[in-house]
């Protein structure tokens, strides 16, 4: 008897990171050095054996070098065209870190945005998730920190 084969989504983890260096405050992008090109919310693969929280805090260290705190769970994004390459799932989490970040791993730069100068050639479907974020599905400690 053939065994029978199962393709499932891939599970990824998003950060919108609210941070300030001292002279902005925003949320953290990344410029990514690998297709699909533009600017991006860190994150990236769950590891297998690793939690959801476990993922956003390495992928936010190993893209920005920030150490996160998670403050929580945002949203869980599943349109099986959000991602050019494969069918992933993302889970969206709110964290918070101080510092200024720095682009590495996959991560060509790293910068800090105000809600106003979020780039115009986003990857995946951030912009999307962007204007969720933006948009009040956030919460109180979106609105204290970025003043929006």
Avoid: C
Avoid at 12 to 30: A, H
């Amino acid at each position: 008897m053939k065994e029978q084969q199962y393709r499932n989504p891939v599970p990824t983890v998003d950060i919108i990171i609210e941070t300030g260096d001292g002279t902005r405050k925003g949320i953290v992008l990344i410029k990514r050095k690998n297709p699909p090109l533009g600017w991006a919310i860190p994150g990236g693969f769950v590891d297998y054996g690793e939690t959801l929280e476990h993922a956003a805090v390495r992928e936010a260290l190993e893209e920005t070098s920030l150490h996160v705190e998670l403050v929580r769970q945002f949203h869980t994004y599943s349109d099986p065209s959000r991602d050019p390459r494969l069918h992933t799932v993302t889970t969206v989490f709110i964290a918070k870190a101080a510092g200024k970040p720095v682009g590495m791993d996959d991560a060509a730069e790293a910068e800090i945005f105000g809600r106003g100068e979020i780039p115009v050639n986003m990857a995946f479907d951030h912009a999307s998730i962007l204007d969720d974020y933006f948009s009040g599905r956030g919460d109180t400690v979106r609105q204290i920190l970025l003043n929006v």
